[in-house]
């Protein structure tokens, strides 16, 4: 069974373009309120903003039994690297992301977790002839490929996203980022998978994961929902049940049965605490769902395509 994870940055401060809905709080109060989430295993860490005491950090985490599915590299801040970092112009700019990336790797490996995912969202383009889109992937390739090389049984994963803050984000697809890892010919690099992401590219989600799995390149897995026009970071299930029970059978098929999901909800107004241990209750009943789908009935229908049979026998689990 996989694990469940929060990202940490989700039980803070949080804040749209108007308003703020939650408090900024202490990692001490992030993982407090984590560790009282029912059915949570663990967190996601966010680097570097969780990693001013490591000393505490592991107290903390060793004082609440929570465990960590991977360390959060923020390659986008405030004030530094508004051109990208990755693919920043700037060599002095891609040494620091290399340097600062490969410290990451280091706390993931000394947490045991041997991963570290990304979301490259400021490296990409506005407008037309913004940039050279192969000097970009030159660069990319450059950086990511010596931070990789740093600790080869480290994973670094890309969380690919469409778009925001930039109009059009350089590794926006599955199929954009699968190709550039294959392109960089670079082992441990690959793919955090987020069906929100994937919903918001128009990718069909269990597609997108067999790509990222027949390229190996499937290293991790986001969890959250939305309509479909923005990345609202929803409960799972809220918009999508079916898309989630066929990601769910679709990745035991892949192997990835006994890994980590980690969760990127939005809790707004509402109460944290309450708002992920519903996250939790949710993720648990779409599994159960998609346990009920017995593979010597959905593979002959898989073969047979069709429609008709296919969704009165999957209405048929409820």
């Known amino acids: 069974m996989n694990k469940l994870a929060i990202i940490t940055a989700f039980l803070g401060g949080i804040s749209n373009r108007y308003m703020q809905y939650q408090p900024d709080r202490t990692l001490a109060e992030k993982l407090a309120l984590a560790a009282q989430v029912r059915g949570c295993d663990g967190v996601e860490l966010c680097y570097p903003a969780d990693f001013g005491d490591v000393a505490e950090l592991k107290a903390l985490l060793a004082r609440h039994r929570l465990g960590v599915s991977a360390i959060n590299f923020r390659s986008r801040r405030t004030g530094r690297w508004w051109r990208g970092s990755f693919t920043s112009a700037k060599p002095d700019e891609r040494r620091e992301v290399v340097s600062d990336l490969q410290r990451a790797m280091d706390f993931a490996a000394e947490l045991g977790c041997y991963r570290v995912t990304t979301c490259p969202l400021n490296e990409g383009a506005d407008v037309p002839f913004e940039v050279d889109y192969g000097q970009m992937y030159d660069a990319a390739a450059e950086t990511l490929g010596a931070a990789c090389a740093h600790n080869p049984e480290v994973r670094v994963c890309l969380e690919y996203k469409i778009s925001d803050p930039r109009a059009r984000v350089l590794f926006g697809t599955a199929a954009e980022t699968a190709s550039f890892c294959q392109w960089a010919d670079i082992d441990n690099l690959g793919a955090t998978f987020d069906i929100g992401h994937a919903l918001l590219a128009r990718e069909t989600p269990a597609q ?36 989630f029970v066929e990601l769910f059978y679709t990745l035991r098929k892949l192997g990835y049965d006994d890994d980590w999901y980690a969760f990127d909800v939005f809790a707004k107004e509402v109460d944290q605490v309450e708002t992920f241990a519903t996250v939790m209750e949710m993720t648990r009943k779409l599994e159960e769902i998609t346990g009920r789908v017995d593979p010597a009935q959905m593979e002959p229908l898989l073969v047979e395509r069709n429609p008709a049979r296919t969704i009165r026998y999957l209405y048929s689990l409820l």
């Open 208 to 243: 997108a994961a067999v790509l990222l799995a027949m390229t190996k390149r499937l290293f991790y897995v986001h969890l959250n929902d939305n309509d479909g026009r923005w990345d609202w970071d929803m409960i799972p299930g809220t918009y999508h049940l079916w898309e």
